[in-house]
């Protein structure tokens, strides 16, 4: 789980063959759609104009990335001269999202299992490039910390009551930050160290443990400041593990990204927010400065 919450993704969390069924689903359903679109001697714009739709969600449906409404695949294949094709490709998606609706069952069973599915992951991958907007990085929580967190998507989700077990399952996989041969670069933005989880003290605990851990070799943390000058303007959280896997963050469902020409452009966008970040004493100049404004923003509040 990447960030600091509970994830509904399309991965599993004690059956990974399900994961695998709806990612490669989805993304067999978006070749096919493809497919039709050239046999139409159609551009992705041309299509998208031609139903009213954003140019860019022809790519996302054909990617994997955004599951299509029954609506939508019959005005694709209506403007492709392809209503033939309709049923099948109704029947296609309704399977998938049996599939992922399966898995969304499943992992209800409670948040412990979604810090447990990733652990594989985590311990294969070498390079790690993490990017949050609101909260710290899941492999730099405090136990209070992440707590906090898991409370929340407990009652926001109406998720079965393991917080307990979910904060020692986090705090298990933070063991990767000091074994193998790994690295790891963090970016996070500034208002992360200001969105208080927890009370004053749980942030005091957690922005100490995050100065704390940016002492380590393997770990390379920058703070991309407020009001300093950005490169990249895109929004949300995203993991990339390797070259191999990006973890895109969302409400109730994630994405996970496995295109090398996504990744690509992910990696593209890391770089970005990566100049618009500090590092070494001016992060930690950030941090010090969140502390120190932590009791004021407390009484603020009351």
Same mark, same amino acid.
């Given at each position: 789980?990447?960030?600091?919450?509970?994830?509904?993704?399309?991965?599993?969390?004690?059956? $990974?063959?399900?994961?695998?069924?709806?990612?490669? =689903?989805?993304?067999?359903?978006?070749?096919?759609?493809?497919?039709?679109?050239?046999?139409?001697?159609?551009?992705?714009?041309?299509?998208?104009?031609?139903?009213?739709?954003?140019?860019?969600?022809?790519?996302?449906?054909?990617?994997?990335?955004?599951?299509?409404? #029954?609506?939508?695949?019959?005005?694709?294949?209506?403007?492709?001269?392809?209503? #033939?094709? *309709?049923?099948?490709?109704?029947?296609?998606?309704?399977?998938?999202?049996?599939?992922? +609706?399966?898995?969304?069952?499943?992992?209800? =069973?409670?948040?412990?299992?979604?810090?447990?599915?990733?652990? $594989?992951?985590?311990?294969?991958?070498?390079?790690?490039?993490?990017?949050?907007?609101?909260?710290?990085?899941?492999?730099?929580? /405090?136990?209070?910390?992440?707590?906090?967190?898991?409370?929340?998507?407990?009652?926001?989700?109406?998720?079965?009551?393991?917080? #307990? =077990?979910?904060?020692?399952?986090?705090?298990?996989?933070?063991?990767?930050?000091?074994?193998?041969?790994?690295?790891?670069? +963090?970016?996070?933005?500034?208002?992360?160290?200001? /969105?208080? &989880?927890?009370?004053?003290? &749980? +942030?005091?605990?957690?922005?100490?443990?995050?100065?704390? &851990? +940016?002492?380590?070799?393997?770990?390379?943390?920058?703070?991309?400041?407020?009001?300093?000058?950005?490169?990249?303007?895109?929004?949300?959280?995203?993991?990339?593990?390797?070259?191999?896997? %990006?973890? %895109?963050?969302?409400?109730?469902?994630?994405?996970?990204?496995?295109?090398?020409?996504?990744?690509?452009?992910?990696?593209?966008?890391?770089?970005?927010?990566?100049?618009?970040?500090?590092?070494?004493?001016? =992060?930690?100049?950030?941090?010090?400065?969140?502390? *120190?404004?932590?009791?004021?923003?407390?009484?603020?509040?009351?």
């Amino acid at each position: 789980m990447p960030g600091g919450r509970w994830r509904s993704r399309i991965v599993s969390t004690s059956l $990974p063959e399900l994961s695998v069924q709806v990612r490669q =689903a989805r993304e067999a359903l978006g070749v096919r759609l493809r497919e039709i679109r050239r046999e139409a001697g159609l551009t992705g714009r041309a299509l998208a104009e031609l139903n009213g739709w954003h140019f860019t969600k022809i790519s996302k449906l054909e990617n994997g990335a955004q599951a299509p409404s #029954d609506s939508d695949i019959r005005a694709w294949c209506r403007s492709c001269g392809s209503e #033939d094709q *309709a049923p099948d490709l109704l029947a296609s998606a309704r399977a998938i999202e049996s599939l992922y +609706m399966e898995y969304r069952r499943k992992l209800r =069973a409670g948040q412990k299992h979604a810090q447990v599915f990733d652990v $594989p992951l985590y311990e294969e991958t070498r390079l790690f490039r993490i990017y949050e907007a609101l909260v710290l990085p899941g492999l730099l929580h /405090t136990a209070e910390y992440a707590a906090g967190i898991f409370r929340f998507w407990e009652s926001f989700l109406g998720l079965p009551d393991d917080v #307990d =077990a979910a904060v020692a399952a986090r705090l298990e996989r933070q063991r990767i930050l000091y074994s193998g041969d790994r690295r790891f670069v +963090m970016l996070i933005e500034e208002r992360a160290l200001r /969105t208080q &989880v927890g009370d004053p003290d &749980v +942030m005091a605990g957690q922005l100490d443990r995050t100065l704390a &851990v +940016m002492s380590l070799p393997r770990i390379s943390l920058g703070i991309i400041p407020i009001m300093g000058r950005r490169y990249s303007l895109t929004q949300g959280s995203f993991w990339i593990f390797d070259d191999s896997l %990006v973890q %895109v963050e969302g409400v109730s469902a994630g994405l996970d990204v496995t295109q090398p020409s996504e990744i690509a452009l992910y990696a593209k966008n890391f770089e970005l927010l990566q100049q618009s970040a500090v590092f070494g004493q001016d =992060a930690r100049d950030l941090i010090h400065q969140a502390i *120190a404004e932590i009791p004021r923003t407390a009484n603020q509040a009351t």
